[in-house]
Structures are given as structure tokens and as C-alpha cells.
């Protein structure tokens, strides 16, 4: 699904095509031959980084905007940037930017899921906690999106 929604997006603010703005970092709480913690997806690679293992739910919630969902998802993706690289090269049209692309990875981890039965729901957080959390290696990033996925409750009754 990660590397499906990170081929690229054909827009002049991504140039060369499959260049993005926003980096990709996970909680994992229950996915089938990963151990659960916070990671960091290397898109080029195809790559996820383990940044620290660990149950990290109640994290999650609390991040989540202490909401339950997050906590239940099999995996929380979470959208960060480089705001401050990016407002100086796009200007004002950077922040723009950002959330354009969020949204069309969001979309497309949202299609990948329901193609695959899988739930997916979008989700607000507290900004500068998610950015701390995946400290030291998100530093000066800023929080964009959260998109949570897994197997949905409301399917299984
Ligand atoms: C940027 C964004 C942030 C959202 N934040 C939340 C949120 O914090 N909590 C929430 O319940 N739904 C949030 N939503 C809406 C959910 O993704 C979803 O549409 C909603 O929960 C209804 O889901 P349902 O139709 O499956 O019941 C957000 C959507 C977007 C696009």
C-alpha cells in the first residue's frame, strides 16, 4: 500500500516525477510479519526503518487527538514535512503544496485499503507531539495528515 500510494503524482511543484514533500512515518500496532513500534518509510528503497519497537496504542490515542481509533488501527500513517525547506523554495504556495499531496497519498491509502476490504479513515493529531514522537529523526519536520487503516470494526460485526 505504502509503495502503490508513492509512485509519484504528475504535478510541476514534484519535479523530477516521483520527487514528494511529505515523508511517511508509522506506528505499527498489529501488522502480520512486522514488529510493532515507529517507523520511517523510505520510499526509494521500498524501505520501512525501524526508528523504535515497541506497543505504542495508547501513544497512538493520545497522538490521535485522544481518539480510539488510532489506538484500534492495525497502522497509523503520518504524514510529515519539511515546512521550513519547502516555504523557501515554493514560498507561500509551499503549504498549499504540502496538503495537496497529503491528500493524494491519503486518497490513494484510502483506495488501496478499501480495494482490499481494509478500513482507512483520516484523522486530525496534536501537531507538535506527533513531530516529538518521531524525534530525533523528525526534527523540524511539521505534522500535515494522519491516515489510520486496518481491519474496520463496523465490517467485522
Ligand atoms: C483531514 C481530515 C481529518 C479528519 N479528522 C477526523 C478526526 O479527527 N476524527 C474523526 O472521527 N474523523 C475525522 N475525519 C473524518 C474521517 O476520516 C471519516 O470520514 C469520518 O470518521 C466518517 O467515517 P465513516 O463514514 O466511516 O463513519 C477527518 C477527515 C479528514 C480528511
Redesign the pocket.
Known sequence: MLDRATRGIPADFLDPFGSHLNDLYLIVNNVLGLQAGAYVYHRREKQLELLKRGDFRDKAHYL??E?Q?PADAAVDVFFLADLKKILERFGNRGYRAVELEAGILGGKLYLAAYAQRLGA????FYDDDVVSFFSPHARGKSAI?LVALGRSA?KLR
Open positions: 490521535g487527538l481518539q481509533l479513515t483520516g484523522l486530525t495528515f463496523a
